[in-house]
């Protein structure tokens, strides 16, 4: 290619580059910029009526039911006041001061043992309304530390019982009582279900026992609570309060509320309650690393017959102490509380079949149950 072609070419060339250049510059040139029609904000949040409102409405929600809850609840004391009521200004060890909740509307009372004193024992009993009433121990168990109490009224107000086999650990619960004396009568603390299936060791007169099965709360409960409710938001009734570890602050425990259930029915139903029994006495498997004989018990599911009493339903039967029970009429056992359950919906003369282990023995025995 000659000298003056290469030269013609390139002048094209640059003559086309610069006709696209000035066509770009023309272009950018009519382009308008409008400024945006809004405002940048920060990303947070900020409450709105509604949620406040919202809030503040399922908070009126659970005051009115802990309200309501609170007409529910009684004192309980072992002394009778001289005053108008047993809830005076004397000290709770003056009066041994304690809490109830009513559970049927013509007057039984739930409460603790250690309140209200064993079968057949007299306590005193002041309503919300301030009424007085002689109450009479009707049923109690030193192992459950639970009573109930009868008294002379009808058309009661009257909690409603929730189903603590269904608790879950992080639940919010209210616990509500009688502490110290008459100045905090009906104080309500709140909380959540710290733990389930808790087994405490309580030593008392130079005795040993075990509390199983019951429902730990950060609840703070304190003396005179004992016997008062657990309740969930809704109301519900779902421990009675018991005990809490004086050493440490927020740990505190109630019995779970199914344990009692049959019983209440019985009395609410018939106004009696005939109790069976079956003679045994037995560890869960939480109780057992308790015990000095622990390192030759092992078992993982089931409860260990620790003691068959002397002529009783299960004494004159193949059952031995160290067999391991899995289940009683096909439903299977894991706590004692479980076996207490079962027994309080039968009546003495009824047989019941206990499945048990007896190291590599499986067994199928049939008790029938006494009276106890």
């Not at 301030?130 to 530390?145: F, K, Q, R």
């Not at 709360?217 to 519900?236: H, K, R, V």
């Not at 009395?267 to 004989?293: C, H, M, Q, R, S």
């Not at 706590?335 to 499945?355: A, C, G, H, S």
Request: charged share 25%.
């Amino acid at each position: 290619m000659s000298n003056g072609k290469k030269v013609w070419i390139s002048a094209i060339l640059a003559m086309v580059v610069w006709i696209f250049i000035f066509y770009l510059y023309i272009t950018y040139q009519k382009i308008e910029i409008k400024t945006a029609d809004y405002e940048a904000t920060k990303t947070l949040s900020t409450p709105t009526t509604q949620t406040v409102e919202t809030a503040k409405e399922e908070s009126k929600k659970v005051a009115d039911v802990i309200e309501e809850t609170t007409r529910k609840v009684v004192g309980i004391s072992k002394l009778k006041n001289a005053g108008n009521s047993i809830l005076s200004k004397s000290t709770e060890s003056e009066l041994g001061l304690g809490t109830g909740m009513i559970v049927t509307e013509d007057g039984y009372i739930l409460s603790n043992e250690h309140v209200t004193g064993e079968k057949y024992s007299k306590c005193y009993i002041t309503l919300e309304n301030g009424n007085n009433y002689d109450g009479t121990v009707v049923w109690s168990d030193s192992d459950l530390d639970l009573s109930i109490t009868k008294i002379n009224a009808k058309n009661l107000e009257y909690v409603t019982l929730g189903n603590s086999n269904q608790i879950r650990v992080g639940e919010t619960v209210y616990a509500i009582g009688n502490p110290i004396g008459f100045e905090f009568r009906r104080t309500v603390t709140s909380g959540i279900i710290s733990a389930k299936n808790r087994t405490i060791k309580i030593e008392e007169s130079d005795k040993s026992s075990y509390m199983t099965d019951l429902i730990q709360t950060d609840a703070t409960i304190n003396p005179g609570n004992s016997g008062g409710p657990l309740i969930y938001p809704n109301g519900e009734v779902l421990g009675i309060n018991t005990v809490k570890i004086s050493s440490a602050e927020g740990i505190g425990f109630a019995v779970p509320i199914n344990i009692i259930k049959p019983i209440i029915d019985s009395f609410k139903t018939t106004g009696t309650f005939e109790e069976a029994t079956v003679g045994i006495y037995a560890y869960d498997k939480e109780v057992i690393p308790y015990l000095n004989a622990s390192s030759h018990i092992n078992f993982d599911k089931g409860i260990y017959v620790a003691q068959i009493t002397k002529n009783s339903p299960a004494d004159n039967t193949e059952l031995k102490e160290g067999d391991i029970i899995t289940s009683i009429d096909d439903m299977s056992l894991n706590t004692m509380n479980d076996l207490r359950q079962y027994i309080y919906t039968k009546k003495p003369n009824d047989e019941v079949t206990f499945k048990v282990t007896r190291g590599k023995i499986n067994k199928e025995i049939k008790v029938v149950l006494g009276k106890k």
